[in-house]
């Protein structure tokens, strides 16, 4: 199993719809989560973190599920400018020190 | 806001050269970070370095790299002798400790990679 697994898509939606990505983690001793966002060639950068209640950032809204080892994404009223890949980040702690590993990403297109 | 800066954008080099890619992490972060995504391929951990040592490292990070913090405020990463597989496009990060256990990582705009 993939220590983290993304639906990599694409996921074409128009604008103005609501999206939801999910995002499975094989190590239950995973510490912190985060959602990255990735336009092509460029850096990932970070949408949010993903605290164990849940958390909103205006239109975006995170979900943790230690239990069933997954995290969400949700997108409500998409817009154009939300075409990118989206990372899944999981921070794995390891003999002391940190790790972050990464999903393949979802890629999502928005539609005028 | 400051970011992390990453020079150079571009570096063409020849199979068996050695390169070295330079990164400005975020003043007050206290972990950096390597990371390698080849095109159409997830973002890959190399190496995360704290307090002047390499803290955690992936099986992808062999003998060929290195990593050094050759003043206060340079991050480097040395490939010692290129392979065509090498190329890709190096992404430096910085974090800072927030809290009890989440590190939020800044990433720079990353190195292009190219080996011929």
């Known amino acids: 199993r993939k220590e983290v697994e993304q639906d990599p898509g694409p996921f074409n939606v128009p604008e103005g719809a609501t999206v939801a990505f999910n995002c499975t983690y094989s190590n239950s001793a995973s510490q912190s989560f985060f959602w990255y966002r990735q336009d092509c060639r460029k850096e990932p950068k970070l949408l949010m973190s993903v605290y164990s209640s849940g958390n909103e950032d205006g239109r975006f809204t995170a979900q943790l599920n230690r239990a069933s080892q997954y995290i969400s994404l949700l997108i409500r009223d998409s817009k154009l400018s939300d075409s990118a890949t989206y990372l899944c980040?999981?921070?794995?702690?390891?003999?002391?020190?940190?790790?972050?590993?990464f999903g393949t990403g979802t890629r999502l297109k928005v539609l005028a | 806001e400051p970011e992390v800066t990453q020079t150079p954008s571009h570096q063409v080099t020849q199979m068996g050269q050695e390169v070295i890619l330079r990164c400005v992490p975020i003043?007050?972060?206290?972990?950096f970070y390597w990371y390698r995504q080849i095109l159409g391929q997830k973002v890959e951990f190399l190496v995360s370095?704290?307090?002047?040592?390499?803290?955690?490292k992936s099986e992808i990070f062999d003998d060929q790299f290195s990593v050094e913090r050759p003043d206060g405020s340079n991050f480097t990463l040395k490939i010692r002798s290129t392979k065509l597989e090498d190329s890709a496009m190096y992404f430096c990060?910085?974090?800072?400790?927030?809290?009890?256990?989440?590190?939020?990582?800044?990433f720079g705009p990353g190195t292009r990679l190219t080996v011929t």
């Open positions: 370095f704290y307090n002047n040592e390499i803290s955690e």
């Open positions: 990060a910085s974090s800072v400790f927030v809290g009890q256990s989440v590190y939020e990582q800044y």
């Open positions: 980040v999981v921070n794995e702690r390891a003999s002391g020190t940190y790790k972050y590993i």
């Open positions: 003043s007050n972060h206290l972990y």
